[in-house]
């Protein structure tokens, strides 16, 4: 066999796979546009940062409800309380009448039985009601910087990113294989 045939599909491979990694890079670099023979070249996550924000932000506010943000805060002040108010009755002024009566348990029963859960509901629902997960993420992103973006996609995707650039290389190595079989046939 002609070494010649081997020429196309390892030259294809090698296209394939730098074109894609050309490519991939090309999605957050250059992070400021420039000008090259007339054309303005920016990266696209750079230069479409607003409207991917835009986007993620409406993705989000359909996907999260007002029971989303209950269940959250829920669970944060139920740790919190947990944390605290219990702890202060143990260690507090009511453990002196602990020794001797159990009245800090007695107490602590009954906040935790009855007000304390009135007021988490009614604490929790208020809260939820005025949580804005545009404004929120609005904050976030003016944050953010380019930097961080391109890190976080690139953690998130970094297995479908390898994919992209290596299917590159077996996409040119098969067109360069097929350009060899038709020239074996036609040489």
């Known amino acids: ?9 390892l ?6 796979f730098l074109t894609n990694v050309v490519a991939v890079e ?8 420039i000008k090259f023979l007339g054309f303005k070249i920016q990266g696209l996550v750079p230069a479409r940062s607003g409207e991917i924000i835009e986007r993620f932000m409406d993705s989000l506010s359909e996907i999260l409800d007002e029971s989303d ?13 947990n944390e605290s108010i219990a702890n202060k009755f143990e260690r507090g002024w009511f453990s002196f009448f602990e020794k001797y009566s159990g009245i800090s348990k007695k107490i602590e029963e009954w906040f935790s ?20 997960v545009r404004e929120f993420i609005l904050k976030k992103a003016e944050e953010i910087t ?6 976080l996609f690139k953690k998130f995707a970094k297995k479908e990113l390898r994919f992209i ?3 590159g290389a077996f996409l040119g190595f098969i067109i360069g294989a097929i350009q060899s079989i038709i020239l074996y046939f036609i040489l």
């Open 11 to 16: 030259v294809g491979a090698f296209v394939g």
């Open 113 to 132: 039985a009855s007000i304390i859960p009135y007021f988490k509901e009614m604490l929790t629902k208020s809260i939820s009601k005025n949580v804005d």
């Open 146 to 151: 380019d930097e961080q973006i391109e890190e």
């Open 165 to 167: 650039e290596f299917s």
């Open 1 to 9: 066999m002609d070494i010649i045939y081997l020429l196309p599909p």
């Open 69 to 81: 943000f209950e269940f959250v805060i829920d669970k944060a002040i139920t740790r919190a309380y």
């Open 26 to 33: 090309l999605l957050f670099h250059p992070k400021k546009p």
